[in-house]
């Protein structure tokens, strides 16, 4: 079992920087892939960017891409987000995911980022 907290949320101004953590325990965290995703007021949860286990591959939104940032810390237990260039669209609840094989059954409570403009 593996249990996910996400912290860093808050509110910012636009184009101001959020660094999210998501702190995993269990001893299994360095083989799983993890995700951060989002999902803003009355619409869909969106996937935000990933990141192999190893570091060794990431991915982006497009709507992300270039400000935003996803690192981990294996030693850590700990996925990052870096955000820059903050905009108010990007105001939402974010959330980590982590999982193998394509499957991400293990979710925290997720961190509200609000951007004011």
């Known amino acids: 079992q593996v249990q996910l907290v996400e912290s860093g949320g808050g509110l910012v101004q636009a184009g101001d920087s959020l660094r999210l953590s998501c702190v995993a325990s269990g001893r299994t965290f360095s083989s799983f892939a993890v995700r951060w995703l989002r999902q803003a007021p009355g619409k869909e949860r969106e996937f935000v960017a990933g990141i192999s286990a190893s570091a060794g591959s990431t991915s982006y939104a497009d709507s992300v891409n270039g400000r935003f940032t996803i690192s981990r810390d294996n030693a850590k237990n700990t996925v990052y987000l870096q955000m820059k260039s903050l905009k108010p669209e990007d105001t939402a609840v974010y959330y980590c995911?982590?999982?193998?094989?394509?499957?991400?059954?293990?979710w925290g409570q997720g961190t509200q980022v609000t951007v004011s403009s």
């Open positions: 995911a982590a999982g193998l094989g394509g499957s991400f059954p293990y």
